[in-house]
């Protein structure tokens, strides 16, 4: 009598092909999931990159077109038409027409401070007629808008006119805002929750044409390129 040979996988096979898949699969999956991360990684960088940049222009526009008009009388009784310290800076500026309130308003952005950290602010609204000392203008109602979170510090700086009719160096207040500066810098550290940290900022300001003018809008141009040629820079 011929004896048939045995048919099948045995044990021992069957749980080396199944470690096997199962060794497999794990390893294709952890390709997945490792290509998500880096693409949701991406992403969040595109965002915040994205996000900066819309912050950046909506700032660089805004005041590269301050208006020299008066925001109110200073201490010596004269219009100033330009703030500026280490934490703000206040200007008028006219809005765009599509936003639906076209014209001069008085415009401040500001670095502000709460319990979850710093936070950069901008604030707008018309002009008021001072026609009555005691009226509230748009400005003086407005609600403030968070335009960046996640600071750890940041300052303005200005580039004044001299007296000598020259620039002056980088300073940390206006001494006379009852002129335009020629430019002003905001320079940015974000924490460590920030996504992307914040490229240095530097505006020339739009000047009043004349002979003065025309010298003082040339030095700012200057000015700005020597920076971004140096120190400053934008995004990639």
Do not use: C
């Not at 900066?52 to 925001?71: D, H, P």
């Not at 200007?91 to 950069?120: R, T």
Request: hydrophobic share 40%; charged share 25%; glycine share 10%.
């Amino acid at each position: 009598m011929v004896s048939s040979k045995q048919q099948g996988f045995t044990l021992i096979e069957v749980i080396v092909v199944f470690t096997l898949l199962a060794m497999i699969m794990a390893m294709i999956f952890s390709g997945l999931d490792s290509g998500r991360r880096t693409a949701e990684k991406g992403e969040k960088r595109i965002e915040a990159i994205s996000e900066m940049r819309m912050v950046q222009g909506v700032i660089r526009r805004q005041m590269s077109r301050a208006l020299a008009v008066g925001i109110e009388e200073n201490e010596e009784g004269q219009m100033a038409v330009f703030y500026g310290d280490e934490d703000s800076v206040t200007f008028v500026s006219l809005m765009p027409g599509y936003l639906g309130n076209a014209g001069p308003h008085i415009q401040k952005i500001e670095i502000a401070s709460d319990s979850d950290g710093q936070f950069l602010q901008y604030r707008h609204g018309s002009l008021s007629n001072y026609d009555d000392e005691d009226e509230q203008s748009g400005f003086d109602e407005a609600e403030p808008i968070v335009l960046m979170e996640n600071i750890r510090s940041g300052r303005f700086s200005f580039i004044e006119v001299g007296e000598d009719g020259f620039p002056t160096d980088w300073v940390s207040e206006i001494e006379n805002n009852t002129v335009m500066p020629m430019m002003v810098q905001l320079d940015i550290e974000m924490n460590d929750r920030a996504k992307e940290g914040w490229p240095l900022m530097q505006v020339a300001m739009q000047i009043d044409a004349s002979s003065s003018g025309t010298r003082r809008r040339r030095s700012a141009v200057n000015l700005i390129n020597q920076n971004r040629s140096g120190k400053g820079g934008e995004l990639q």
